[in-house]
């Protein structure tokens, strides 16, 4: 089926340090979102983006929507502890379509 | 409104019981989602209704699962039969329009022994 490459896996950075990560996929997507999950609980999203080109920030957030449409990037700026959990890209194939495909995340450590 | 209400939160169970759990997701949502996720991996899709409509289900929801919204609102999703296979996170989520919304609940974890 569909999958999206997620990377890097993990993350093992300093308070304070920028991050990126990204996702591609061989196949178009539509739309792509970028969620966060902490240990125990569901994701959250933190970013939809909906058009190819489209670069969307959410605070110290900010990812972009390829213009292949077969790739997304996901920056955080000034990372604090609380930006510690898993990261997942997911994406829609097509308009009309319900489902998402998740990537396999990127797990964000932060050391004081 | 609290957000997408999932329990119970934990179930450990025999290989060969039959496990049920249920969503309650926003109240003016009309979409609601099961996802499954397995651990280091991202969630995959197992069905969705709209309002009380299985609309699509994918292959990943094999003959022993069953999933139902009876009257648009909450949901179940019942598992028979459990194997050691079917230990993971269940997810439900809700949207109200766009697809790509989804509001997530914090999850089931089972343990299939």
């Known amino acids: 089926g569909q999958q999206l490459n997620q990377s890097p896996q993990s993350m093992f950075i300093q308070e304070g340090e920028d991050v990126s990560m990204n996702c591609t996929s061989s196949s178009i997507f539509n739309t792509w979102l970028w969620y966060k999950q902490d240990p125990g609980e569901g994701p959250v999203l933190l970013i939809a983006l909906y058009k190819a080109g489209e670069l969307t920030s959410n605070g110290r957030l900010t990812a972009q929507f390829g213009i292949t449409r077969k790739d997304s990037f996901l920056n955080i700026s000034a990372s604090i502890p609380s930006d510690v959990g898993i990261y997942f890209c997911?994406?829609?194939?097509?308009?009309?379509?319900?489902?998402?495909?998740f990537g396999q995340g990127t797990r964000l450590t932060i050391n004081p | 409104d609290t957000g997408v209400s999932q329990n119970p939160r934990h179930k450990i169970t025999k290989r060969g019981q039959n496990v049920t759990f249920r969503c309650d997701p926003i109240s003016e949502h009309n979409r609601l989602y099961w996802y499954r996720q397995t651990l280091g991996q991202g969630p995959e899709f197992l069905t969705y209704?709209?309002?009380?409509?299985?609309?699509?289900k994918s292959r990943l929801l094999s003959d022993r699962f069953s999933a139902e919204r009876p009257k648009g609102s909450f949901s179940t999703l019942e598992i028979q039969r459990t194997e050691q296979g079917d230990s993971a996170m269940y997810l439900c989520a809700s949207s109200f329009t766009r697809a790509n919304v989804l509001t997530f609940g914090a999850g089931s974890r089972l343990t299939v022994l």
């Open positions: 997911a994406g829609q194939l097509s308009q009309g379509a319900q489902k998402l495909v």
């Open positions: 209704f709209q309002n009380e409509a299985q609309l699509e």
